[in-house]
């Protein structure tokens, strides 16, 4: 009876818990729902909106395309119609979407959203295209209001300008007497240009005011300009001149400090002790540009002969930054010189240690890498050269190395180079000498090492016993 009231409690239970949890989810779905229809509602809100001031927005534009039509001229007109044509396309397909939303067919609520969403969209399109348009002429009226002022101060600059012509003339008539045509090239025609680019820029403001007295904004912005810019040249050249002066005077002050470092140049280079070929012509080189400047006469070029003193000056302290380059390169081999060769010493004392002192195998490739290293140690030791005589002496030790590395690799490998006597054998010079042993299969070749070894030192201590007995 107990277990049947349980059940029944856990299925009443059971059935509320369904009833409760389906009516909160069907709860919760109505109001996601609503708020989906609430933000659809509102985005047709935005919708409506946006399309009546993107409306406006063209209407304006018509009248302003009335107003560009008379004050800047067709240039203007065509971008501005253009943009305008773009936007009433824009517009056209807005109010399309806008029909389909409130036409009598019910619309899914993604339909609502997307259709909405078109509309927001192309009227942004239009805002931003006229808006473009709108700024440019603004900054074009912007420029035509501000034009006669613009004009008026840059004929304000073409006479400030045109003041300095004349002492340039005379400056560059008194440098003409000082210096020579060379030194002169540079500037010699900048008073003449000068003035033509002023002529210039006298007749590029004329234009700028009879085009804005035609309203034609772009062709006045555009030779206004340019009569700035001629008249920015013209001030550049005629201060070009003015600091020539200044320029030469510098020139000279440097070149009479470069002259003396010369002298003192030429002095050091003739005191080396290494002559390499190309150090006595440019030294005769040196000393004939500083002769050529103290006998110069007349009109000079300071430039001309700066650069020239310059360049017979840094070729010779290039040969001698060499020359000191590799007198401190010699020093340094010198130092190291004697490491090398006792490192040379040392890794021959260690391989003829090997190949020599061992009873053991060791092959031809050993003992020539030896011989080499010995021959190596002694150039090393003879050579005059210092870096020719460092790099025998660190040959010679890698030589050594190899040398001992391949009589282990040989001794390890046994019986190759295996000698007579030595092994398993029963006579010294029997089956296991020089006939089917040593050079054969009695030898080292095919016995055991230590074996080979052990028995040599047998038979050495048997024959110094014997000669012993002997004495």
Do not use: W
């Not at 047709?44 to 800047?72: K, M, N, S």
């Not at 070149?255 to 030429?266: G, K, M, Y």
């Not at 002095?267 to 080396?272: D, G, H, L, M, N």
């Amino acid at each position: 009876m107990e277990i049947v009231v349980i059940l029944a409690v856990l299925l009443v239970g059971g059935a509320v818990t369904y009833f409760v949890l389906g009516a909160r989810r069907r709860k919760r779905a109505v109001t996601e729902r609503q708020q989906a229809s609430a933000q659809i509602d509102a985005l047709e809100v935005e919708a409506g909106q946006a399309l009546v001031r993107a409306d406006e927005r063209i209407l304006l534009a018509d009248d302003e395309l009335g107003f560009i039509t008379v004050e800047f001229g067709e240039q203007v007109i065509s971008q501005f119609r253009s943009a305008l044509a773009d936007a009433r396309g824009s517009l056209t397909e807005a109010f399309r979407l806008n029909q389909l939303l409130h036409d009598e067919k019910p619309d899914t609520p993604d339909e609502r959203r997307s259709m909405s969403q078109g509309i927001v969209r192309h009227c942004s399109n239009i805002e931003t295209t006229l808006g473009e348009q709108t700024a440019a002429v603004s900054k074009l009226r912007e420029s035509m209001r501000g034009l006669p002022d613009a004009v008026a101060s840059a004929r304000g600059d073409i006479t400030t300008v045109r003041e300095r012509v004349e002492p340039a003339r005379r400056a560059l008539a008194a440098a003409s007497d000082r210096y020579a045509e060379s030194a002169l090239r540079s500037v010699a025609p900048n008073v003449e240009q000068a003035e033509r680019l002023i002529e210039f820029s006298e007749r590029s403001l004329q234009i700028a005011e009879e085009k804005h007295s035609e309203r034609l904004a772009i062709p006045a912005s555009k030779a206004l300009t340019v009569a700035r810019e001629s008249v920015s040249r013209a001030d550049g050249l005629l201060r070009a001149v003015s600091d020539f002066e200044m320029e030469a005077l510098s020139a000279e002050s440097t070149l009479a400090a470069v002259i003396e470092d010369s002298r003192s140049d030429i002095i050091a280079a003739r005191e080396v002790a290494e002559r390499p070929a190309d150090l006595g012509p440019a030294i005769e080189r040196l000393r004939h540009e500083t002769d050529a400047v103290a006998q110069q006469t007349g009109k000079r070029d300071p430039f001309e002969t700066l650069s020239r003193l310059r360049d017979a000056n840094s070729a010779l302290d290039a040969i001698m930054d060499r020359i000191t380059q590799k007198r401190n390169d010699e020093e340094r081999m010198r130092s190291q010189l004697p490491h090398a060769i006792d490192d040379a010493e040392r890794q021959i004392a260690a391989a003829t240690n090997i190949v020599d002192n061992y009873q053991a195998p060791v092959g031809p490739d050993a003992r020539t890498r030896l011989a080499e290293a010995r021959r190596m140690l002694d150039g090393a030791r003879t050579e005059s050269d210092t870096g020719t005589a460092v790099a025998n002496a660190r040959r010679a030790a890698d030589l050594a190395s190899e040398a001992a590395r391949i009589a282990h690799n040989d001794i390890q490998q046994g019986g190759m180079y295996g000698m007579p006597g030595y092994g398993p054998q029963r006579g010294m010079y029997g089956r296991g000498g020089y006939g089917r042993g040593g050079y054969g299969r009695g030898g080292l070749g095919g016995g055991d090492m230590l074996t080979g070894i052990l028995g040599g030192m047998v038979v050495g201590g048997l024959l110094d016993d014997m000669g012993d007995m002997f004495d």
